[in-house]
């Protein structure tokens, strides 16, 4: 299998969305979201055997501490998976071997990252690739409503009943001041953590900006009885797939139960839109009480040289470092606002 690199402005967004494995990570419209974020330079290319077109494989190419490299997705990109459109039959570890020739070839990269929802793990331990985990959570969306709700925990549950009673009501958003809500909301989730978010409120508002007009991403606010947003919901769709992206609530309108009241919503939502999976955007305990079950994605890692693989691991590490520095700061700063206006 041979990789070649499709010139952007003559790639045909409109045959490649035709695939049945196409996710929303893979369009024009995340692409632009990711180019403009990370400043990172999109690559969309042709697969073929022999002179049989067989596929596309999707990513960017940026660079990191004088590094380039070729993600597909990359730590920190709040993307878990691009990878690869193949025709049945196409091997995917066949693709990844292709997809390494272009990157150390005419992409020049050193190192590389490629997770694929259709990944095996052989698919790239044969290739001779590291092999992570992205692991995640998903809910059968085909089932009919009331199963999936029954397959919620009693309390979870209840939760929504209450919101419903309490008056809570959800609103599908199409405005940028949305992003705006999210992250005030996003900065009090984390405050309570002793952390802060973890990239800016300027990645919502392109997110929305590219995302919206496509009306592949679903922006939710939760209202109060007097009207207040009190919470704020993220996700995105393509065929098969709706993938959970961030949500938030201010900590004293918690009681109301606004977050398991649009996580349902948002369910119900991408069900009628024809999705059959719903990914839950990552692992986390609390998830457990929808009635998801785990689910892990294969994330394969490969550099030029083994040394950049060890620097790779230490700026994750670092990165996790600053967070917590940073959530930390915020408290006193905090802290010390408070003490100043009750001293006044």
């Known amino acids: 299998m041979k990789c070649k690199i499709i010139e952007w402005s003559t790639v045909d967004w409109e045959m490649l969305d ?4 196409r996710t929303v990570f893979q369009t024009r419209e995340w692409l632009l979201f990711l180019s403009e974020t990370q400043k990172a330079t999109p690559v969309v290319a042709e697969l073929r055997e022999g002179r049989e077109i067989v596929g596309y494989f999707t990513g960017l190419t940026v660079t990191r501490f004088g590094v380039k490299v070729l993600g597909s997705s990359f730590p920190g990109w709040t993307t878990p998976y691009i990878g690869f459109n193949l025709v049945p039959g196409a091997s995917r570890a066949a693709a990844l071997a292709a997809v390494e020739e ?5 992409l020049k990269c050193l190192h590389m990252e490629v997770s694929d929802p259709s990944f095996v793990p052989q698919d790239g331990l044969s290739n001779g690739f590291s092999c992570e985990y992205f692991a995640t959570h998903r809910t059968d969306l085909t089932k009919p409503e009331e ?20 008056g809570v009501t959800i609103e599908e958003a199409h405005d940028l001041a949305f992003a705006d ?3 005030e ?3 009090d989730v984390f405050a309570k953590q002793g952390l802060v978010p973890p990239y800016p409120v300027e990645r919502v508002r392109k997110l929305v900006r590219h995302l919206e007009p496509s009306g592949r991403i679903l922006l939710l606010r939760a209202r109060d009885p007097k009207g207040k947003c009190i919470a704020t919901g993220i996700s995105t769709g393509f065929n098969r797939i709706a993938e959970f992206w961030g949500n938030a609530s201010l900590r004293q309108s918690q009681i109301l139960r606004p977050n398991e009241f649009i996580h349902w919503y948002a ?4 069900k009628r839109h024809g999705a059959a999976i719903y990914d839950w955007g990552g692992e986390a305990k609390y998830k457990e009480k929808y009635g998801c079950v785990p689910h892990k ?11 950049l693989s060890q620097l790779r691991n230490q700026a994750r590490s670092m990165f996790a470092r600053k967070q917590r520095f940073l959530g930390w700061l915020q408290g006193k700063r905090s802290t010390k606002e408070v003490t100043e206006q009750e001293s006044q």
């Open 297 to 307: 994605v294969p994330w394969f890692v490969k550099s030029r040289y083994e040394l």
């Open 102 to 106: 272009l990157a150390w070839g005419s």
């Open 267 to 270: 369910m119900r939502y991408w």
């Open 147 to 166: 199963e999936l709700f029954q397959s919620m925990t009693a309390a979870c549950r209840r939760c929504i009943r209450k919101a419903e009673k309490s």
């Open 181 to 183: 809500d999210y992250y």
């Open 18 to 21: 035709q695939f049945a494995d």
């Open 185 to 187: 909301q996003l900065k």
